[in-house]
């Protein structure tokens, strides 16, 4: 699932002007940002202090195309929010440009955001005998880098203990029946996926009556 919006934020490359206007790649090299959908992206530019700098979208829109609505520039901060329908892959321009007076100068700042997979986690575990000693590391995948947690209003189960650096989760279950282990892995970013692993304690093979108990009848022959 995913938290409030994710913030991320990087250093910015700015160039000149084209010859004529066209995707962000013609303003020069382009930032490239990796970003997932649902998240946030700001970015405040700063100029020399002399300098009053008016700094406006000048085109934004999928690269290649014009009329995007993802990104705004207010009190000098630009906000480009990724949808939680974007595709990944795809890819979206953003061009800022930036001008002063007297004399009259101007620049543009071309970035390209690359849409991509939102975070995924996996993990499983075998059915165990009871007194068997459980060890999961579950594996997540998307931007940043991720902890773990036991997930909102659940417990591990008894003799189980989590690392939260890694997701491991190590120890003795107590009980037979159904374990199910609840995680939740939280990105650098603030995105947050839940996993939920079960697996089965058994008890130990044995014979719980005796042979004496076996019945006897007499069979005509």
Same mark, same amino acid.
């Given at each position: ?50 300098? !009053? ?23 000098? #901060? ?5 949808? !939680? ?61 991720? !902890?773990?947690?036991? #997930? ?33 892995? #939280? ?35």
């Amino acid at each position: 699932m995913l938290m409030a919006a994710s913030l991320c934020v990087v250093m910015i490359a700015c160039s000149m002007a084209p010859s004529a206007e066209a995707k962000a790649s013609d303003y020069g090299t382009p930032t490239m940002i990796d970003i997932a959908p649902g998240m946030m992206y700001t970015y405040k530019p700063t100029f020399p202090s002399q300098l !009053t700098v008016t700094t406006v979208i000048h085109e934004q829109g999928p690269s290649g195309g014009t009329g995007g609505t993802w990104g705004t520039f207010s009190a000098g #901060t630009l906000n480009v929010n990724i949808p !939680t329908a974007a595709t990944p892959g795809s890819t979206y321009d953003v061009v800022l440009k930036c001008t002063s007076e007297n004399p009259h100068q101007e620049i543009f700042i071309p970035i390209t955001f690359t849409i991509v997979e939102n975070a995924a986690a996996s993990g499983s575990h075998p059915n165990i005998v009871i007194g068997s000693s459980v060890s999961m590391t579950p594996a997540v995948t998307g931007m940043g880098t991720f !902890t773990w947690s036991v #997930t909102e209003g659940k417990t591990l189960p008894d003799g189980l203990t989590l690392d939260t650096a890694t997701g491991k989760v190590t120890g003795v279950p107590t009980q037979t029946g159904t374990v199910t282990i609840y995680l939740t892995a #939280t990105s650098s970013y603030g995105e947050s996926e839940d996993l939920v692993v079960s697996f089965e304690v058994v008890p130990v093979l044995s014979v719980t009556n005796s042979p004496s108990a076996g019945a006897i009848a007499y069979v005509i022959s």
